[in-house]
């Protein structure tokens, strides 16, 4: 009886969760983020070894999208384009269940921890709303999550959509 309930809540838990590939869909390339430019974006793993990224360089990782609400604008929705975290993580080496300090060119610094939502595909967003980001209007780089998809506790993921974002730098030890 036990092994028939601890059954029947398993999969009525996994019948509940969403696979993170249906949060988002997959965008075609596009020719606005594959002009050449500067570097927006200096990814540093634990080892120190820097890795640094163009909007083409980004997008080159594979572009998705997806509409959320965001706190930084009053919770409406917006749409949002860019390479998932994971994706730019992986191309530095970093692993989906370290601690990253997250660093914005206004000076505004956070720490978010992975392993908790290692599942959840966070944007790099590149775009908003089919408009560049600028640092005028949250860019170049701005790292959202799916609120609309996702129960994400606020009080903890709102201090993590880092506009302006330039820096993400893998904690040693994942601390």
């Not at 809540?9 to 390339?29: H, I, K």
């Not at 634990?46 to 609400?69: C, D, I, M, N, Y």
Request: net charge positive.
């Amino acid at each position: 009886m036990r092994r028939l309930l601890l059954s029947l809540t398993l999969l009525t838990l996994s019948a509940c969760a969403r696979p993170a590939s249906s949060l988002y869909t997959p965008v075609e390339a596009d020719p606005q983020l594959a002009a050449p430019g500067p570097v927006i974006l200096t990814v540093v793993n634990a080892a120190g070894k820097e890795f640094t990224f163009t909007r083409a360089q980004l997008a080159a990782l594979g572009l998705v999208s997806f509409s959320t609400p965001d706190p930084s604008r009053k919770n409406e929705a917006h749409e949002y384009t860019g390479p998932l975290l994971s994706a730019v993580l992986r191309e530095a080496g970093i692993a989906q269940t370290a601690t990253l300090h997250l660093v914005a060119l206004d000076k505004y610094k956070t720490d978010l921890k992975l392993a908790p939502i290692r599942d959840v595909p966070v944007i790099l967003a590149l775009k908003s709303g089919g408009q560049l980001l600028e640092p005028r209007n949250f860019g170049p780089v701005y790292m959202t999550f799916p609120y609309g998809g996702v129960k994400l506790d606020p009080n903890i993921y709102n201090a993590a959509w880092v506009w302006q974002l330039y820096r993400i730098e893998e904690r040693p030890g994942g601390a």
